[in-house]
């Protein structure tokens, strides 16, 4: 009994002694050099994994912030200037700024102003719905109201408003990582410059059919008469297809 | 064994794999054609088949005949539209379709019924012509035919068989599986004459030698009618189990010569060109009265409607017209469907035109018209079972729900032909059809993405 013991031990010892030789010679010959700087880059970025970035995640976005010499366009929106000048250091490399970021629903079509003539009741996702018809409103460019913004932001920062119909962006907890920006059919989200106080100067509206017919579906409707346009004196205001649209770079009021 | 006495439906042909069989309820069955005078404006829209849009020929203030090209095709798959109407043009502008959106359309005001002279407007049967393939090709481009069954495919474009391949049967899709439908049923009653010179006509311009007629066992005197005048000819006439969607003409082909269309293929792959009754006998008006495509029978059909009925309509009349003249619009009612219940459109607004494509009205109640609750997956797999094409439905649902579009393309989504089988029978309502038609958008995308 005692005997077969020991030999169960002595073969398992020698098995394991043989292997672990074995395993120590492959780690080495197929070792995979990595960059320990990336380890380093990675821990600074919010581990969000949210691809606002344009990269796989945040592994992948530390890859191309070690490798590449300019920083052009790389830019972590989650982290915003304060965890970029953090990774600089590390690294050696100089960020580029970029003004803090917010996402706006470009749609005030509430039940109120834009009237609903009929219910939906097909998959509850916005890309079908779209697929299908304008809406349960007469505009084709309003905002669905089905969710699919929602459902996509990993902050908790966009929920639907039951009474207007429309979602609502928290601006305290959006990272402007832009994904309700993709997930949205209609392309009625937009990341605008955060301005002071929380002012919000943009057109809430995307329609881009003439005045009467928008007007028609929806009493808030930009009707394209150009008044802002001409009235502006900082050129920051462009009119296209019957829609004023107000460029956040050039506006002066803050 | 002795087969049993009722076995005679066992026997008859029906295409093999899945299919549903949901109540028939063709109420306007029996009810003959009924010409609908025009109403006092019709829109006419520029994009009525599948392709490119026609280009517009007329501008507002115009004056128009019956019959006249009002858009030319814009392209090989494209074809022409004429005025369905006589009288002014009002507007060239955006106007709401079946689509859902506004789009481009004409708007004609009504004076008088001009016809252009070219059009035989006699109702005296020319049975043979003397035309050549090449010819009758394009007098039916010329007329603006396209597929009637509802998916619209430009004719002419059919009848151009592709180099390297070889049409051998003509096969005319009479089967008018989906439930409520009978605009089919009362053109093969009321026009067989018209109809099997309209299959002579067609097997000419295809160059074969061989065509069936198949019709489903549930419109015994449409297959009387047609065996009556194809009799002693080379056109057969066959009867087939009532089984849904055997209208498909991947699984009327499968039912009537036993052939299997390859996955991405067409059934010209298999040597078969299919056409329905409706445009046979708008390929014969074409051809042999010069007569346009600028009407057709629409079925407008529903529980509580007063008086179902089918209608000869020209294209343009807003549906309202056409529920109007089949006794007014029901209070009950919730949803108005433009097609059948299968695989129509719910309509979002009562103005919008009836097309080329627009097969029936089709009028539903509120219980009838609400889904129900959408309940989780059981894994019961019947929507395996019922599946014409051999898909899997629930997972290209899933696949489609989580973005998986490349694996959707592995799974052939592409071979779906909508004809929602699975979400009817779905015991769980789960919205099946929905998801999977997003997964072929995204996937058409994807392979278009890949050719640039």
């Known amino acids: ?254 | 064994m002795k087969k049993p006495p009722n076995s005679l439906s066992m026997r008859l042909k029906t295409f093999a794999r899945g299919g549903v069989h949901p109540p028939e309820l063709k109420l306007s069955s029996g009810q003959p054609i009924e010409e609908l005078a025009p109403p006092e404006t019709v829109v006419i829209p520029l994009s009525q088949h599948l392709g490119v849009p026609s280009e517009v020929l007329v501008a507002r203030g115009d004056e128009v005949k019956v019959g006249q090209p009002i858009a030319s095709a814009a392209g090989f798959v494209s074809t022409n539209i004429h005025s369905s109407v006589s009288g002014k043009v009002l507007k060239v502008d955006n106007f709401m379709d079946s689509t859902g959106y506004r789009r481009m359309a004409v708007q004609i005001q009504v004076e008088g019924d001009t016809w252009i002279d070219t059009v035989d407007r006699s109702d005296d049967l020319v049975p043979k012509t003397v035309l050549s393939g090449g010819d009758i090709r394009k007098k039916i481009l010329e007329a603006g035919i396209v597929g009637l069954g509802g998916a619209t495919f430009p004719s002419h474009v059919k009848l151009t068989v592709p180099s390297g391949k070889k049409a051998e049967y003509l096969i005319i899709n009479g089967v008018e599986c989906e439930p409520f439908l009978t605009a089919d049923h009362a053109l093969m009653l009321e026009r067989s004459d018209e109809l099997f010179s309209g299959i002579q006509i067609m097997m000419k311009g295809l160059g074969v030698e061989k065509a069936i007629v198949g019709i489903e066992n549930n419109k015994p005197d449409a297959i009387e009618a047609m065996k009556r005048v194809t009799a002693g000819s080379p056109v057969k006439v066959q009867g087939l189990k009532v089984k849904y969607p055997q209208g498909g003409e991947k699984q009327l082909v499968q039912a009537l010569l036993k052939r299997e269309v390859p996955s991405g293929g067409l059934p010209i792959d298999v040597g078969v060109v299919v056409f329905n009754v409706g445009t046979v006998s708008a390929v014969y008006d074409a051809v042999m009265k010069n007569r346009p495509l600028i009407e057709r029978v629409v079925t407008v059909t529903g529980k509580s409607l007063v008086n179902p009925s089918n209608f000869r309509v020209r294209i343009g009349t807003p549906v309202s017209h056409l529920i109007e003249a089949a006794g007014g619009l029901p209070e009950q009612t919730a949803k108005v469907i433009n097609g059948g219940p299968m695989m129509g459109k719910a309509l979002a607004s009562l103005d919008v035109p009836v097309v080329k494509g627009t097969s029936g009205i089709l009028l539903l109640d509120e219980t009838e018209a609400r889904r129900k609750e959408v309940l989780p997956c059981i894994r019961c797999a019947k929507c395996i079972g019922v599946c014409p094409m051999g898909l899997e439905p629930y997972l290209l649902m899933t696949l489609s729900e989580k973005a998986m579009y490349e694996r959707m393309e592995e799974e052939k989504v592409l071979d779906c032909i909508e004809c929602g089988s699975c979400s009817y029978t779905c015991p769980s309502s789960r919205p099946l059809l929905d998801y999977i038609r997003l997964g072929k958008g995204e996937v058409n995308k994807l392979i278009r993405a890949r050719k640039s």
């Open chain 1, 1 to 254: 009994m005692n005997q077969t013991i020991l030999y169960t031990i002595i073969t398992l010892v020698s098995i394991g002694a043989a292997a672990s030789v074995i395993l120590y010679l492959v780690a080495q010959r197929f070792k995979v050099y990595e960059d320990p700087r990336i380890d380093e880059a990675e821990e600074a970025l919010p581990a969000a994994n949210c691809g606002g970035c344009g990269f796989a995640g945040c592994r992948n976005f530390a890859e191309a912030l070690v490798k590449r010499d300019s920083w052009d366009g790389l830019f972590c929106p989650v982290g915003g200037n304060e965890t970029m000048a953090k990774v600089a250091s590390l690294l050696g490399k100089e960020a580029i700024e970029q003004a803090p970021r917010v996402a706006v629903v470009r749609c005030y079509g509430t039940p109120e102003f834009r009237p609903r003539y009929n219910v939906y009741d097909g998959a509850h996702t916005c890309t079908i719905a779209h697929s299908l018809y304008t809406g349960e409103g007469g505009c084709p460019h309003g905002c669905l109201g089905e969710g699919d913004c929602v459902v996509v932001c990993d902050f908790d920062a966009i929920h639907m408003d039951p009474v207007t119909g429309l979602p609502e962006v928290d601006d305290e907890k959006c990272t402007a990582c832009g994904a309700c920006v993709t997930a949205c059919p209609r392309d009625i989200i937009e990341l605008r410059k955060k301005n002071k106080k929380d002012r919000k100067i943009y057109v809430s509206c995307i329609n881009e059919e003439k005045g009467a017919v928008a007007k028609k579906n929806c009493s808030v409707a930009c009707i394209g008469c150009s008044k802002c346009f001409k009235v502006c004196p900082y050129e920051a205001i462009t009119m296209n297809n019957n829609l004023a649209f107000i460029d956040s770079d050039l506006c002066k009021l803050r």
